[in-house]
Structures are given as C-alpha cells and as structure tokens.
C-alpha cells in the first residue's frame, strides 16, 4: 500500500469478481481444515480494509472478516474439532477487536448497498446494449449482474450464520427462508457468468507468501488455491447441510428418534462447520428444550432426565414410567431407583449425542471408548428391570411386565453404537478385503440380528403393558375387577393400538431389517468369492485370521448381551459352509444348508432384495433411490455369477 504497488481502486467488475471468488474459495480451503494464514488472509485488503477507498471492496473485506468469526465461533462452540478439521491462529483477529469494524447490522446495511450499486451498472450496460448493440456492453452487463448475485449471496449467508453464532431468538423461523433465497442465489450464480481460470489466477490483492515469518519452520510453505469453478458447488452442498441442521430441532423430541436423524440424513453432514453447528442445536435444544406435544410450535423448558424418561415412554413405555403410575412410585425404593436409572443414562447418551459431530475418525475411537459405559449401563438396566418386575408382583398388578423395559431401550442403544463402530471402519477403508467376510457376518448374524429381536420385543412389550394398564384402570375405577376386566379387554385393545399411541418402531426396525439383509448379502457373496479364490488372501505363512478377528472385534469382547462369538466358533461355522454337508449353527433343518457356492450367490440374491423391500419404509428422496439402485444392481450381478460363469468382479 505505502509503494503503491497494491491496486486500490478503478477496479472493473471482472476484477471484482476475481477477488470475491478466489477470497471465496480460501474460505473453503480453511473451512475444509487449511491454515488461515496460507488461505483466507493471503488476500491482502484483509489486513487493513479500513485504508481501502474502494467501497466494494471495503465492504467485502469486513463482511469476509465477519463471517470467517462467525464460523470460528461456532466451531468453538460446537467443540467437535481437532487440528486436522479446523485451524485458528492468532492472526484471525475478530472484527470485534477492531475499533473501525462496523456493526453487524450496518456491514449487512452496507452490502445491500453494494448489491443494489451493482444491479445498477448492470441496468445502465443493459440499456447500452439495446441502444448501441456493443459486444462489451452485454459483456458487462453480465459481470456486473454476477457481482450483484455475489453480493447477495454474501448478505444471505452473513444473515444466516451472523444470527446462529449469535443465538437469535428468531433464527428457526427465519433460516428456512434464508437457505431458499441462497439456494437460489447460487443456482444463479451457477448459471450466470463464470470467470476463465486465467482471471481467476490474475486477481488483484493476494501474495501466496505474505504470511509465511508466522508459520513454524516445519510447516507447509504454500497451499494452492483450487477452484475449477467448485466453489458455489461447495456452498450448493453447504446449503443443503445447513437445512438438515435446521430441521434437527422438530425432530428432537426422543434420543432415538434423533439418533436416527443423524444416521440418516444427518451423515451427509460432511463438513465440520454444520457438524458443530448440529452440536450447538443439541446442546440448545436438546438438554434446555422440547417441542410440546399439544403445540408443536411451542418450546419449553425440560430437564434432561424428564426428557430421557420421555424417550424411554415412546420406545418401551415402562410401567413405573406410566402417567398414572405416580401412586406406586413410594411404594420401596422405587422412585430413587427410577431417579438414579435416568442419572445414569444422561451421562452414556450424552457422549454418544456427541460422537456424531467428531470426524469419522475420531468417532470411531470414542465409540469404542464409550461402550465401556453403555456395558455398565446395560447392566443395571436388566438389574433395574428385575427389581421393578418384583415390585409390580408385590403391589399385585396383574399383567404388566417390566422383565425388558429399560433394557430394551439400553440394550438397542448398545447395539447402535457397536455397529456404528464396524460401520466406521468400512468407511474409513481399515479392513482388508480378505476380512470383510467375518466383519459384515458379525454384522449380520449377531448385532444387528439382536437388534432386529429387541426392537420387535420392546414393540410387542410396549402393546401388552399399555393394555394390561388400561384393564387395570378400568377394574380401579368400576371396583369390579371381574366385569371391568372383561368389558375393557375389548375396548383395550383399540386405545392401545398403534392407531391412538403412534410408536416409532416401524421406522427404526425397518432400517434395522435393512442393514441386516443388506450386510449378510455381503457376507454370502464375499464368502462365495472367497471359495472361488477371486478375492486375493495374504500369504498364509505370515498371516494369522485369528489374531485379525480379535483385533477389529476387540471393543466387543467384554460384553455378555449380546455375547461375544470367538474366533472358533466363526471358523466353525465358516468351515461347516465350507464344506458344504453341515446346517448352519442353531438350524434344526435342512433348510439353512449351503449345498453350493451357487447358494451362497442365491442367499445373497434373496438379501438384496429383502434389503430394498424394507427400504421403502424407512428411506426417502434421494437417499432411498441410491440405496435402492444399489441393491437392485447387486442382485443383478449376485445371480449372473451364480450361474457359474466366468465373469470378471
């Protein structure tokens, strides 16, 4: 600035546009885990915007500084990050600390102002164009109406996470709207003018350099800067992200219920910046508020044992959790016992709320981690269960039942987390392919077996008990156990039906029965390849499968329910199907038997499509018809090489 070497004005909209989008697309490179001081303040007018006379870059610079604080705060806040996800330096100074930096509502003031300076000189072209017929008029008038599109785009995304770091009152009402203008912005901005790659490079105010007496001598000298006109695609994607994360609060009214929103839609939060975004409306709404049954718009305030107790109501409804159940809980230690039941489960469910904002990485770890807790939990789940189930047969309530109530709940949690752990290491490509035969078996045949069972068992629990409470209440009312009993098994069973009390069990065993079939498909054709000798193996003289199996399954091995099966009993079971002559373990018939490799193919053939048969009851949208597609295509290719030919996998 002082050599005058810095351009600072006179700028033409192409130049405009170049610094926007190379600025842009360093913002993505930090966001995406980059240095700051290698990406976003190579831009030179960043470090002292207040000395820019340009107005439109004045105002780009402190609108760029503002949203990289909103975005380092919320990363901070969500607490889900490490060094490899997001880096902050003490170069990132906010704009806050800087005593000419304007106000949030004056900096998007001042953006509109140049939004509308920028429409303007693309009408003033436009008119020229028509008047003059010139090449560069319409030329023109095309940059200046993408920098038009820009500046808006920069005012709706400034809006939306200015109002999120900030907690505003209105943010849930308001973001809908907000992601709809910048959707919408961007498919303009895709469909508009787009800058050669040579203007990209030539933008005025960077040095790749600038920074580099700050960086520690060991560290990276230069981050390139990529943008193959990806970055509005990125922030295409982003937008799609930030509606999940704003949708998460409607669905925050019971842990599984939520659990299943982030396996489902929530896994296509990819970036750390809505992974901790999606934290801080945990951490807001979930432990503060609920969304009231009787007003759903309507949030109140609830503690978290109240809403873990809630939770527990939807999936297996406990008897000692009933409404009416307030004039039993003195009787013994009942209630204390309830109370320290719900204390112990904040603390387990917490940690798993939070493995969903960590990288898959790190998840995996901390899953492994807190399944030592979900054991314990597990435990004094079943030992609660039986205290509670004498104390029903003391106060002579006949027909309720509280043998699986809270470890059904406990143990479907556990089951979750351990397949998770599994699911995690598939994507992060840990495991050979000479292993995955055993992992997706496990899979298949024993967690999300037991699974299927607990869900099925809790649904058909939840119905006998809920039953059961209203001939109970019936006989208290009339005082005529006998004719009350009798005239309420009708009427019973129809307020006790799905229809009155909707349950959440037809999704979660839906995408339980999924996953099942899905993995043992797997599991019969990579053990039919495996026969076949098309999947290559390591070298048997430095190989040990044993040592492997316990490896990978190492965090299972502790547990009881549901028991960990050791290598001998898998190589049994893999060399009876070997061998083609023995049932299955556990068949009393001839019909679980492999005669064939061809059968394997046939069993993995009739997965697939039992897998796509129950994903329609649980999947949506996209996702449903990727999955869908998925099975189908296997299917196809499953019984071509059960035919015995020669294809090539």
Not at 55 to 77: F, G
Not at 101 to 130: D, G, I, N, Y
Not at 415 to 430: I, K, R, S
Request: charged fraction near 20%.
């Amino acid at each position: 600035m002082e050599r005058g070497s810095l351009k600072m004005d006179n700028f033409l909209a192409v130049e405009y546009l170049a610094v926007m989008e190379r600025s842009l697309a360093n913002l993505i490179l930090w966001i995406e885990g980059h240095c700051l001081a290698q990406t976003v303040f190579t831009m030179l007018y960043l470090h002292k915007p207040q000395q820019v006379p340009d107005e439109l870059i004045r105002t780009y610079c402190w609108s760029l500084l503002a949203l990289c604080e909103y975005v380092r705060q919320i990363m901070l806040d969500g607490y889900v990050v490490e060094e490899e996800d997001f880096q902050v330096t003490s170069l990132a100074l906010p704009p806050s600390s800087n005593a000419d930096a304007p106000t949030a509502a004056a900096l998007l003031k001042s953006v509109k102002s140049c939004e509308e300076t920028s429409s303007k000189q693309a009408r003033k072209h436009r008119s020229s164009f028509k008047e003059k017929s010139l090449a560069d008029d319409d030329l023109q008038s095309q940059q200046w109406n993408a920098l038009a599109m820009r500046f808006r785009f920069l005012r709706t995304l400034l809006q939306f996470f200015g109002s999120f770091a900030l907690r505003s009152e209105s943010f849930f009402a308001e973001a809908p709207q907000l992601i709809d203008l910048l959707e919408a912005t961007i498919e303009k901005i895709l469909a508009g003018y787009k800058l050669s790659e040579e203007q990209f490079r030539a933008a005025p105010g960077f040095e790749s350099l600038v920074n580099l007496h700050l960086l520690p001598p060991s560290f990276p000298r230069h981050t390139p800067a990529t943008v193959d006109g990806k970055s509005f695609d990125f922030f295409r994607s982003l937008s799609h992200q930030l509606r999940i994360v704003v949708s998460a609060r409607d669905r925050l009214k019971t842990i599984e219920g939520f659990l299943f929103y982030l396996r489902t839609d929530g896994v296509l939060l990819d970036s750390a910046l809505t992974r901790s975004m999606m934290q801080i409306v945990i951490g807001a709404s979930l432990v503060l508020k609920r969304c009231s049954g009787d007003a759903p718009g309507k949030w109140e305030l609830i503690s978290t044992s109240d809403f873990i107790a809630d939770s527990l109501r939807a999936f297996s409804n406990p008897p000692v959790l009933m409404s009416g159940f307030a004039q039993y809980e003195h009787h013994g230690q009942m209630k204390e016992y309830i109370e320290t039941f719900l204390r112990s489960c904040i603390a387990s469910t917490s940690v798993v709320l939070r493995n969903y904002g960590l990288n898959k990485a790190r998840q995996r770890d901390s899953l492994a981690a807190c399944l030592v807790d979900l054991f314990a939990l597990q435990d004094d789940a079943e030992k609660f269960d039986e205290y509670f189930n004498a104390q029903l047969a003391e106060l002579k309530l006949t027909g309720l039942n509280h043998t699986f109530c809270f470890g059904s709940w406990t143990l479907t949690t556990m089951l979750n987390a351990m397949a998770d752990f599994l699911f995690c290491g598939l994507e992060l490509q840990l495991y050979a392919n000479s292993e995955l035969h055993f992992v997706y078996w496990y899979l298949y045949d024993v967690l999300l077996h037991c699974e299927v069972q607990t869900i099925s068992r809790a649904e058909s629990a939840t119905r006998e008990n809920e039953l059961a409470w209203q001939i109970l209440h019936e006989v208290n009312l009339r005082g005529n156990k006998k004719a009350g009993g009798s005239k309420k098994k009708q009427n019973g069973r129809t307020k006790g039906s799905s229809e009155s009390v909707p349950r959440p069990h037809v999704l979660y065993l839906a995408r339980a029965q999924t996953l099942h079939h899905f993995c043992g498909a797997l599991h019969y054709a990579l053990l039919a390849l495996q026969w076949q000798e098309k999947i290559k193996r390591p070298d048997q003289s430095l190989d040990c499968e044993e040592f492997r199996y316990y490896h990978r399954l190492m965090p299972f091995q502790e547990r009881n329910a549901p028991a960990f099966v050791d290598y001998e009993q898998y190589q049994q079971v893999k060399s009876v199907m070997a061998r083609n002559h023995v049932l299955f373990v556990g068949s009393s018939s001839g019909e679980n038997s492999l005669d064939s490799v061809s059968d394997a193919y046939l069993k993995s053939s009739f997965n697939f499509q039992q897998a796509d048969r129950h994903l329609v009851l649980w999947a949506k949208g996209g996702e449903k018809a990727i999955l869908s597609k998925l099975c189908k295509r296997n299917d196809v290719i499953v019984r071509i090489l059960a035919t015995g030919r020669n294809c090539k996998v």
